[in-house]
T-cell receptor, first 110, second 115 residues
């Protein structure tokens, strides 16, 4: 069984929609939670990170962590065509090496 | 500006050639990583280093080798390229300590095609 399961997608939404991207994990040692955005033919870029249960907001993006359920989500409000990319969840233990999800490809249509 | 650089961005080479993919970072990060990623597919860790003269193989078996002689430089070498090596190679770095748990900085990648 994989340590991380990410909703596979692909996901296609109209501009302005609210997007929910989700990952579950099984390793209780994961203490740090991240979301990366990867545009086509580029490297991933860190979008958001958190280390506690609850919500963290940054502009149109909200990262949600539920440690008791081992579930994290990324919400995108008022989605824009420029948000079209692949989104990867990632998890760290205290040792620091990341475990990545397989990615969800999002297309926001004008 | 602190960043991580990969060269070349694109490379087409013939089977059997030796190649080195370059990766350098200016952030002073002690940890560096190489990932392989096919289009639309997941990241596979092939090598990592936690400091100078320290290298380890990753989760995905790879015929490549790496070296870490300087903190900022982490080149990946293929002694004899084959068509099965065709892929995108991504280099990343992170810092030990609190910041290492807040994610990696990735380069833009090298897209390798072996014909």
């Amino acid at each position: 069984q994989k340590e991380v399961e990410q909703d596979p997608g692909p996901l296609s939404v109209p501009e302005g929609a609210i997007v929910s991207l989700n990952c579950t994990y099984s390793n209780s040692a994961f203490q740090y939670f991240m979301w990366y955005r990867q545009y086509s033919r580029k490297g991933p870029e860190l979008l958001m990170y958190t280390y506690s249960s609850g919500n963290k907001e940054d502009g149109r993006f909200t990262a949600q962590v539920d440690k008791s359920s081992k579930y994290i989500s990324l919400f995108i409000r008022d989605s824009q065509p420029s948000d079209s990319a692949t989104y990867l969840c990632a998890f760290n233990t205290n040792a620091g090496k990341s475990t990545f999800g397989d990615g969800t490809t999002l297309t926001v249509k004008p | 500006e602190a960043d991580i650089y990969q060269t070349p961005r694109y490379l087409v080479i013939g089977t059997g050639k030796k190649i080195t993919l370059e990766c350098s970072q200016t952030m002073g990060h002690d940890k560096m990583y190489w990932y392989q990623q096919d289009p639309g597919m997941e990241l596979h860790l092939i090598h990592y280093s936690y400091g100078v003269n320290s290298t380890e193989k990753g989760d995905l078996s790879s015929e490549s080798t790496v070296s870490r002689i300087r903190t900022e430089h982490f080149p990946l070498t293929l002694e004899s390229a084959r068509p099965s090596h065709t892929s995108q190679y991504l280099c990343a770095s992170s810092q030990t300590g609190g910041q290492s748990n807040y994610g990696y900085t990735f380069g833009s990648g090298t897209r390798l095609t072996v014909v």
